[in-house]
């Protein structure tokens, strides 16, 4: 199955910016998409950015013009550049794959980066 592990994670003041990173390796077929997700106690994990492999890109309105998504490295790697991070920003990034399989989407996801945002 499909490897991704994320980094970049860590605490950042308000106003600041962080890059996260995710490589997947181990796929048996064409990763079509990849994204971020993110996750905060007592809420659903909500996605924050994605690529899609022609290269358009999807954000939350939350986060549009503040976070960059881009993959590179043969599409295996993607990135998410987040500037003017807020407090409400914090919550654990997931990296997420989709391949399609006949059909059907097959998603794998990361363990998790943590994502601090103090005030």
């Known amino acids: 199955q499909v490897r991704l592990v994320e980094s970049g994670g860590g605490l950042v003041q308000a106003g600041g910016s962080l890059r996260l990173s995710c490589v997947a390796s181990?796929?048996?077929?064409?990763?079509?998409?990849m994204g971020w997700y993110r996750q905060v106690p007592g809420k659903q994990r909500e996605l924050v950015a994605s690529?899609?492999?022609?290269?358009?890109?999807t954000y939350a309105d939350s986060v549009k013009g503040r976070f960059t998504i881009s993959r590179h490295n043969g599409a295996n790697t993607v990135y998410l550049q987040m500037n003017d991070l807020k407090p409400e920003d914090t919550a654990v990034y997931y990296c997420n794959s989709v391949a399609m399989v006949i059909g059907t989407p097959i998603t794998n996801w990361g363990q998790g980066t943590q994502v601090t945002v103090s005030s």
């Open positions: 690529v899609v492999d022609g290269g358009s890109t």
């Open positions: 181990g796929s048996r077929f064409s990763i079509g998409s």
